[in-house]
């Protein structure tokens, strides 16, 4: 029903905002860039959480396009308690390009990295359809050249993002563990994302503990679900009695996903309680909404553990935040989380979708407003130089040791694990993340 009525608002909010000026013309090419600009203002004085700091001098001619202009809205965002503004997500992006974008169609390496120490670059995770994926590129290996320059550190980002993210080809020499160093040659290509990487069952002593690693609420809807029905049958019948979800690199996605899996993690006794509350700009309250929680599958959990990451965002944080208020819920990793507790939708302005903030999320308890990011229970490095799944990786490690004995553990550490939470290697990392889509996003009318 939330689903069905957040859509129903957006379909509202889309004719009333998205084809004001799109009604006039109909195509781009005969829309001059000064149309398009000053529907993007409009639509931005409409809707935006904080429309009524934009002043009446914000002039749409100064800019580019409606990119530059979300950009420039940010400003306006101003927050009791924050001196500083704390939007940092508007944007905007061509439709053909959301439509990719939303669908889970990548266009890059599909191999994505951070640092595990100062001068130590690592593949964080790959996409397995990618052309990394096909070249049987793993979580954990060591990147030594990228494109014969061995002058890889974090001190300096800028050539790591480019070469990775930007590039349409990139010749890679690795260094794999417990085998020889190894070059590879990489062009990007298009290719479909599966957001679940892994998934599987641990003994904890006298229990079992279920453990998946959850990258993106973007992408195949329907692979999602099926996707959750398989590991949560799998957990009920092995009798797991905790769940650990790796939320470390997933920057969010569809509220619809994530209220999706919010059900399957709540308690039994969280059934038809609330679980969140969408709040709009004040010349929208009557679009307000308030979601329940509808119980799905048969594990029945009093605690939930979530490893996380600067890189941790929007849907992610709604999925925890969503949990606090019906059972202990936990979480580990190298920092306190993105800090992103607000949301929008695609708005259509010709050939443009734009993004302005629109809406602001709230608990049960009426909690929300981290832009500072969710505090962690136990800090421990990111372990990059593990595979996914495997026993010994700092987080993973941590958290098993946690629910076998009662207590966290920094046994499993290494000193260069410790090096990890350096704070120059943590802005490394977070600037690394940046390329990685960051949003809640209410799902537009198809």
Not at 29 to 48: E, F, G, K, Q, W
Not at 109 to 135: C, H, I, Q, W
Not at 181 to 207: C, M, Q, R
Not at 328 to 338: A, K, R, Y
């Amino acid at each position: 029903m939330f689903v069905s009525h957040m859509k129903a608002i957006v379909a509202g909010l889309v004719v009333v905002i998205g084809f004001t000026a799109g009604s006039c013309k109909k195509h781009h090419d005969a829309v001059s860039s000064a149309v398009i600009n000053d529907s993007t203002v409009t639509s931005a004085r409409d809707i935006y959480l904080w429309y009524n700091n934009i002043p009446a001098s914000f002039n749409a001619s100064s800019f580019a396009n409606p990119s530059d202009i979300m950009n420039a809205i940010r400003a306006f965002s101003s927050e009791p308690g924050y001196t500083t503004p704390v939007d940092r997500w508007s944007f905007a992006m061509l439709k053909t390009d959301w439509d990719n974008l939303s669908s889970g169609v990548g266009g890059d390496f599909g191999m994505n990295v951070f640092f595990f120490n100062t001068g130590d670059l690592r593949v964080s995770y790959v996409e397995r359809e990618s052309p990394a994926g096909k070249a049987g590129i793993k979580r954990s290996w060591r990147i030594k050249q990228i494109n014969g320059n061995t002058a890889i550190s974090s001190t300096n980002t800028a050539p790591v993002i480019q070469a990775v993210y930007e590039s349409g080809s990139g010749t890679f020499l690795f260094s794999r563990p417990n085998s020889s160093d190894t070059t590879i040659t990489l062009h990007a290509s298009s290719y479909k994302e599966h957001p679940i990487l892994f998934d599987s069952v641990y003994n904890t002593g006298s229990s079992n503990t279920g453990y998946f690693v959850f990258n993106s609420f973007l992408g195949d809807t329907i692979e999602i679900k099926n996707e959750f029905d398989r590991i949560f049958n799998k957990f009920s019948a092995q009798n797991v009695k905790d769940v650990i979800v790796d939320l470390r690199y997933n920057g969010g996605g569809y509220v619809s996903v994530q209220n999706l899996l919010a059900n399957y993690l709540v308690p039994a006794t969280g059934n038809n309680g609330i679980m969140l509350t969408e709040e709009f700009n004040d010349k929208y309250t009557s679009y307000d909404a308030t979601a329940n929680f509808t119980k799905l599958g048969n594990v029945n959990l009093s605690r939930v553990f979530f490893i996380v990451s600067q890189n941790t965002a929007s849907a992610s944080e709604l999925l925890i935040n969503s949990l606090k208020p019906y059972m202990d819920v936990q979480l580990i990793g190298p920092t306190h989380t993105h800090g992103k507790p607000v949301g929008f939708f695609p708005i259509p302005i010709y050939d443009w979708y734009i993004f302005p903030v629109s809406f602001r999320t709230v608990n049960k308890n009426g909690e929300g407003n981290y832009f500072n990011g969710l505090s962690l229970t136990f800090q421990v490095g990111d372990g990059l130089d593990k595979e996914w799944g495997d026993a010994g990786e700092s987080c993973l490690s941590s958290v098993l040791h946690y629910i076998g004995s009662g207590s966290y553990s920094r046994m499993a550490v290494s000193p260069a694990q410790e090096a990890g939470l350096a704070d120059e290697v943590l802005s490394s990392n977070s600037r690394l993340g940046q390329p990685k889509f960051k949003g809640m996003v209410v799902e537009r009318r198809r």
